[in-house]
Nanobody, 119 residues
Framework: QVQLVESGGGLVQAGGSLRLSCAAS????????MGWYRQAPGKQRELVAT???????KNYADSVKGRFTISNNARNTVFLQMNSLKPEDTAVYYC?????????????WGQGTQVTVSS
């Protein structure tokens, strides 16, 4: 089992920036991708950005391209730098980690961190 702990959420004005962090621990061997998803009130959870463990391949939702940047380090921590924030970015942001099937597979989620962007 992989444990994920997020940090960095908060309240910011439109146009501002925030940086989210997610640290993975536990059965981290075999993690092949990590990412961020978000869920706004009354809406379904949606993908924000993902990154492979190598850091080479990244994927972004169209709504955040050019504003958000996902990155990771060698210590199984993933970051989400969010710039030019908009009120519509307001949501609970969840960290996700997936393990390769060769190592048992599985998908783990963090507890979520609230991001609120005021207009």
């Amino acid at each position: 089992q992989v444990q994920l702990v997020e940090s960095g959420g908060g309240l910011v004005q439109a146009g501002g920036s925030l940086r989210l962090s997610c640290a993975a621990s536990g059965s981290i061997f075999g993690i092949n991708t990590m990412g961020w998803y978000r869920q706004a009130p009354g809406k379904q959870r949606e993908l924000v950005a993902t990154i492979t463990s190598s850091g080479i391949y990244k994927n972004y939702a169209d709504s955040v391209k050019g504003r958000f940047t996902i990155s990771n380090n060698a210590r199984n921590t993933v970051f989400l730098q969010m710039n030019s924030l908009k009120p519509e970015d307001t949501a609970v942001y969840y960290c996700n980690a997936n393990r390769d099937s060769l190592y048992g597979g599985g998908s783990s989620w963090g507890q979520g961190t609230q991001v609120t962007v005021s207009s």
